[in-house]
């Protein structure tokens, strides 16, 4: 992606998930943003950017981090969302058996000690490889991937997601369920 894109990706995650309110735009209770009220609110407060390249960004997202809904009006955060209001809908679904969750070695002791917890965001991220969470943990120093018995999870009552890019939710997640390297 193009710095433009970044930029604009970046941009979009915080208004998108945590702060619509910067730039005095409202989300509705499943997330969703009036697209023609995002260009409007963002150009006011100095990022300006076109319909053009805001699908460019949503298209080749990796991560899939947007969606623009059927009728191409709105768009919406797929996941990561930090404001309670925010209930994007997701029904409960069945987990694999062994989810995977990437983080920085630094951080570690502090999930030995409490688990995996959502910090200011709903839920905690999972993913279904390994693969995936060696490049999250990356994001944040040297990367560790810690197991999560998602099965076992489930059987004693915690409930999961599967939001729209495939990333897996939970409120959060016991040390007793996690497996450490």
């Known amino acids: 992606m193009t710095d433009h894109l970044v930029n604009t990706s970046k941009f979009l995650s915080l208004i998108l998930r945590h702060a619509p309110e910067k730039i005095g735009l409202v989300l509705d209770a499943q997330g969703w943003a009036d697209i023609g009220q995002l260009l409007a609110q963002a150009a006011q407060h100095g990022r300006r950017f076109s319909r ?7 298209a080749r997202d990796s991560k899939t981090r947007y969606a623009i ?14 404001l309670a ?22 951080f570690v002791a502090a999930i030995q000690m409490s688990g995996l917890l959502p910090g200011s965001r709903n839920h905690v991220h999972l993913s279904a490889n390994r693969a995936t ?49």
């Open 52 to 58: 053009e390249q805001l699908e460019d960004v949503v």
């Open 69 to 82: 809904s059927a009728d191409g009006l709105r768009i919406r955060a797929n996941q990561g969302h930090s």
């Open 85 to 106: 209001a925010v209930d994007i809908g997701l029904l409960p679904a069945t987990p694999p058996a062994m989810l995977y969750h990437g983080t920085a070695s630094r």
């Open 133 to 181: 969470a060696v490049a999250v943990g990356a994001r944040h120093g040297k990367p560790v991937v810690l197991t999560v018995n998602a099965a076992a999870m489930q059987a004693q009552g915690h409930v999961f997601y599967v939001s729209d890019n495939g990333v897996w939710l939970t409120q959060a997640v016991p040390q007793a369920f996690i497996g450490f390297p």
